[in-house]
């Protein structure tokens, strides 16, 4: 499966951004999708992610203040709302399959004044 991620930008702390990654299939057709985030110098964590059976993740960072969804077809949202200087990092979203993990290009969120 192919991922293409977008909506990453410049915000002020307290904004909001709203990231989409849109997949080569239906998220139906996967096992879970979902987006993880690396800072400059620290490695890739979890952000939030599903499973196509039900299941959703938080990190504890953002819970309350970002929401996964979908368009119930082939694309996967992250609402982030009242965004930290430390949410600055480089989005990526992901898909898991049965045969692997699928990564797209990264989404870069700065969150500055």
């Known amino acids: 499966v192919q991922l293409q991620a977008s909506g990453g930008g410049l915000v002020q702390p307290g904004g909001s951004l709203r990231l989409s990654c849109v997949a080569s299939?239906?998220?139906?057709?996967?096992?879970?999708m979902g987006w993880y985030r690396q800072a400059p110098g620290k490695q890739r964590e979890l952000v939030a992610a599903?499973?196509?059976?039900?299941?959703t993740n938080y990190a504890d960072s953002v819970k309350g203040r970002f929401t996964i969804s979908t368009n119930a077809k082939n694309t996967v949202y992250l609402q982030m709302n009242t965004l930290k200087p430390e949410d600055t990092a480089v989005y990526y979203c992901?898909?898991?399959?049965?045969?692997?993990?699928?990564w797209g290009q990264g989404t870069l969120v700065t969150v500055s004044s």
């Open positions: 599903f499973t196509t059976a039900g299941y």
């Open positions: 299939k239906s998220i139906f057709e996967v096992n879970g």
């Open positions: 992901n898909a898991i399959e049965i045969h692997g993990t699928y």
